[in-house]
């Protein structure tokens, strides 16, 4: 500390317990902003800009993007988040819930004096046994309309109300099979959204001319159970007997909140989201955690 006071007299250092108090504290003040918006269930928040514009949505990308993040290490993670979506083009909520969480369970260690280092390998190790499970449950699929609706419709039911998911998931899918070419990655810059202001967003379709017209915009079932109205406990515990029976990977049915096997009910995720995922919260998470000084520099003590 008293080598950067004597650099500049001004300057803000917070440290050791009290720099990873701060991160701590925004990293979950992001997540309790996001953690509402999860899954189909999930409540909107209004954006209101400056010029007084109003945008409703639940969208974590769009709200990333949108809201003004002041902290610099909420505005890490809001720009981690945001990347996940540039590479997979989902799991933007996700990602700031798993971050959010790491940092929530390694607080409560650390309480209890265990050093931070030691916490950060204990994630690397979680991390390598969880792409293990992944690899292990992930389902090969050929690339056939029926299972890309399935994959659209799962996403895009958590973004808007089911009868718009229904009707965007043919068009998306339709849209993306007429540009797709064998052997060659899919450009989605041939595909064009077109804002047509003077119908509803229940007139969204699709034209062969590859333009969509478009006129609107454990941890992970307890938070989608909330989101749902269900009792937070009751359905963890049908989950975890419904999974030690049936040893397949278990989901919330979030319309009845009784546990379902989603690839029987058609639920699809992507497998290089949640991949990208494990990657980047873990070293995000562990960054944060091995921060033990902040220092912010004021204004210059030698102008003048």
Not at 22 to 29: H, K, L, M, P, S
Request: one cysteine or more; hydrophobic letters at 40%.
């Amino acid at each position: 500390m008293a080598a950067i006071k004597a650099i500049n007299s001004k300057a803000e250092v917070a440290r050791a317990q009290a720099a990873l108090s701060v991160n701590i504290c925004a990293t979950r003040g992001l997540q309790d902003v996001l953690r509402t918006n999860l899954g189909p269930k999930g409540t909107m928040k209004m954006l209101v800009s400056g010029a007084g514009d109003i945008k409703l949505t639940k969208d974590g990308n769009v709200l990333l993007h949108e809201m003004q993040i002041q902290h610099p290490t909420a505005s890490l993670i809001a720009k981690v988040a945001t990347a996940q979506d540039d590479i997979t083009g989902d799991g933007t909520t996700s990602n700031v819930l798993i971050i959010g969480e790491l940092l929530k369970q390694a607080d409560l260690y650390m309480s209890e004096g265990l050093h931070p280092r030691i916490i950060a390998e204990g994630f690397e190790v979680a991390k390598v046994k969880a792409l293990e499970v992944l690899e292990q449950v992930k389902i090969k699929k050929e690339m056939k309309r029926e299972i890309l609706l399935d994959v659209a419709r799962t996403s895009l039911q958590t973004k808007v109300h089911p009868q718009l998911a229904d009707m965007l998931t043919e068009a998306v899918v339709d849209s993306v099979l007429a540009i797709r070419r064998p052997g060659y990655p899919i450009d989605l810059f041939m595909v064009e959204i077109m804002e047509m202001k003077h119908k509803s967003e229940t007139d969204t379709n699709w034209k062969s001319r590859d333009a969509i017209s478009w006129d609107g915009e454990d941890w992970e079932e307890q938070v989608l159970a909330q989101n749902s109205g269900y009792d937070l406990q009751e359905t963890l515990v049908k989950v975890q007997v419904e999974h030690s029976e049936s040893k397949q990977p278990v989901g919330i049915d979030l319309n009845t909140g009784e546990p379902m096997v989603a690839a029987d009910a058609g639920v699809w995720d992507n497998y290089c989201v949640k991949k990208q995922l494990l990657h980047s919260c873990t070293a995000i998470a562990t960054n944060i955690l091995l921060v033990d000084e902040i220092m912010r520099a004021g204004m210059s003590s030698l102008k003048g």
